[in-house]
């Protein structure tokens, strides 16, 4: 029995060591889109296969699943209404996000929309559930035989809630976002309004901690967790070796200015109870100590390579040392993470079929479509070619950007 037991460390103490080569930059190039660009007043509208959008309405997020019932791929995106008459999108995301699906035949592109799936009611005042008033984030996947859908949603606490200093409504919602699943058996299904999970938040911060200016503020003295005043940008990974399921997130923390920091929860199964962990995840120092500021990870596990990758936003370009854009990283255990010699992933910008590259202002939310052989070979991710915050003119899309392996 106790060689037994050994034997089981032995493999255990194996799996963390004993790995292929990393995953590189020099392991991939992104291929062209196939998109017509056309300008009017101060923006750049997208349409065409390699890109998602609606009419009216901003698009963002948006993570893509091939269906076991049917073969056709699904993109699950989210979206809000716009016009002259509703909010800029810097605060259209908070105040009426909604989730909506679209599908293909390809999962390089060409989705048409099915519809609205979730808080429909977009900007409507809504307080009847935790996740009432907006739903992003959006983050799909497929296990043990049922489909589970990520997201981050928030309600309005109201004006007598709880408040260290002062909010704006958007404010209250912003700081009250926590995690959600839902869960589904078919994609049917789910348009057909069956899915579980989702009356309760997923995840909830466990610390509320900021000098001033906070909703519900956790007593004095308080030391931030990862997971502090909010918990958005969920994705979750099969980790093998122990049969455990990671949840990624993100939170804030204020020392003493912002910076967005990340964390990990851990369960035995996708729909949870997941028991949140201490540990501060890809966080890295500049050469002057500063810590960075990192957004939107998109986790994977590679089984060949016998490693995690995580893909993420690079708000200033200090993790790449290079311009801002998407950067890649990597971890044995998916706890301790490195960066690779090589750590840009992606530069913002795309190039069309005629070889004309386009810088873009925003890239962000990266979600990959995965091979059988855990290789990616679609990027997709939220875009939008001038400045977003200021506009009502839903000038954002999904761009699904091909990428070619080298293997």
Request: proline share 6%; hydrophobic share 35%.
């Amino acid at each position: 029995m106790k060689n037994k037991k050994w034997i089981s460390v032995i493999l255990l103490i194996s799996c963390f060591f004993i790995v292929g080569e990393v995953w590189s930059q020099d392991s991939y190039r992104m291929g062209t889109v196939n998109l017509t660009l056309t300008e009017k007043e101060n923006s750049v509208f997208a349409t065409g296969f390699s890109g998602f959008s609606l009419d009216n309405h901003f698009v963002w997020c948006g993570s893509a699943i091939r269906a076991i019932e049917d073969g056709k791929y699904y993109l699950f995106y989210s979206a809000m209404d716009a016009g002259p008459q509703y909010p800029m999108f810097g605060e259209a995301w908070i105040l009426g996000s909604k989730i909506g699906v679209a599908v293909s035949n390809s999962p390089y592109g060409g989705y048409r929309n099915i519809g609205f799936i979730y808080n429909k009611d977009g900007y409507r005042p809504d307080t009847s559930s935790w996740d009432a008033q907006t739903t992003s984030n959006t983050h799909i996947k497929w296990f043990n035989g049922k489909y589970y859908l990520y997201y981050c949603g928030s309600v309005d606490p109201g004006e007598d809630a709880v408040i260290k200093g002062k909010l704006t409504r958007s404010q209250r919602i912003q700081q009250n976002q926590k995690l959600g699943v839902i869960c589904f058996n078919t994609i049917k299904e789910l348009l057909d309004g069956k899915y579980t999970c989702n009356t309760q938040p997923l995840l909830t911060p466990r610390t509320r901690v900021k000098a001033d200016d906070i909703l519900e503020p956790s007593p004095k003295e308080t030391v931030p967790k990862p997971d502090n005043i909010i918990m958005v940008n969920p994705s979750v990974v099969y980790r093998p070796f122990d049969k455990k399921y990671l949840l990624f997130f993100k939170g804030n923390v204020y020392d003493p200015t912002w910076r967005g920091v990340h964390g990990v929860a851990i369960s035995e199964y996708p729909e949870g109870p997941f028991t949140t962990m201490d540990n501060y995840v890809f966080e890295f120092k500049n050469e002057s100590g500063q810590k960075l500021n990192a957004e939107d990870p998109f986790v994977w596990y590679h089984k060949k390579d016998r490693l995690f990758y995580a893909v993420f936003k690079d708000f200033t370009g200090a993790f790449t040392k290079g311009q801002p854009g998407l950067a890649l990283m990597y971890s044995v255990d998916g706890i301790h993470w490195k960066l690779p010699e090589e750590s840009l992933f992606m530069k913002k910008e795309f190039v069309l079929k005629n070889g004309k590259h386009i810088t873009v202002d925003r890239l962000e939310r990266p979600q990959l479509f995965l091979d059988e052989n855990d290789n990616p070979i679609v990027l997709y991710a939220a875009c939008s070619i001038t400045p977003l915050n200021m506009k009502r003119d839903g000038s954002s899309f999904n761009i699904q950007i091909p990428i070619i392996s080298r293997y």
